[in-house]
């Protein structure tokens, strides 16, 4: 129906989560008309450096376009306090909470024998590095609940259990499956100050 690079820039769009045809039109469109040529160059330039110029923190695996991201630049903050996630982008969603004042670590996924997913394939070392080095005292477990979650702490807690760091979690509320990204402020705050400490 319509010509093949307008057909083109519609399929990518419906790349994007929660973007079907319509919605895909309508953006593909708007670009056409509504966007100026320093509007596309600069959309453009915005698509590439996140390809070229995104990379790891070297310490805690957010993303960041510099050395060290925005929260391990960052040293007045509590090194006790260590949080431990999925993805890099759980950390932005937390910092908008802005009630926790210590340190992340990304795990870069959860254990998951099913999928083929073992110890090996997160960043487990570097979580168990940084919290010898940095004399971590309570590691938080911030994800979504789930059988990958319950098996990716319980094996953190064992490799930790002659330690006497307290490994704890945020409490229920967080529908079991649900993605971080829909769940509101409030109940997340609410589920990390209500943490519970993880047991044997």
Do not use: W
Request: net charge negative; with cysteine.
């Amino acid at each position: 129906m319509f010509p093949k690079c307008i057909n083109d820039l519609i399929d990518s769009f419906k790349k994007f989560p929660g973007v079907g045809q319509k919605s895909a039109e309508r953006m593909a469109f708007s670009l056409l008309y509504d966007f100026d040529d320093d509007d596309i160059e600069a959309f453009n330039n915005s698509i590439s450096s996140v390809k070229n110029d995104i990379k790891e923190c070297k310490i805690c695996n957010c993303i960041t376009d510099q050395e060290l991201c925005f929260v391990c630049s960052d040293k007045g903050r509590n090194k006790d306090e260590l949080i431990v996630v999925e993805n890099a982008k759980d950390v932005f969603l937390l910092e908008k909470i802005g009630s926790f004042t210590g340190y992340y670590h990304v795990l870069g996924g959860l254990i998951s024998p099913f999928d083929d997913i073992g110890p090996n394939d997160i960043d487990l070392k570097g979580l168990f590095e940084r919290v010898k080095r940095d004399n971590v005292k309570e590691i938080i477990f911030v994800t979504k609940s789930g059988i990958e979650a319950d098996t990716t702490i319980l094996y953190i807690k064992k490799s930790l259990d002659d330690s006497d760091i307290v490994i704890s979690r945020i409490a229920n509320g967080i529908p079991i499956g649900a993605d971080m990204d829909y769940i509101d402020s409030l109940t997340l705050e609410s589920a990390f100050k209500n943490r519970k400490e993880v047991l044997d």
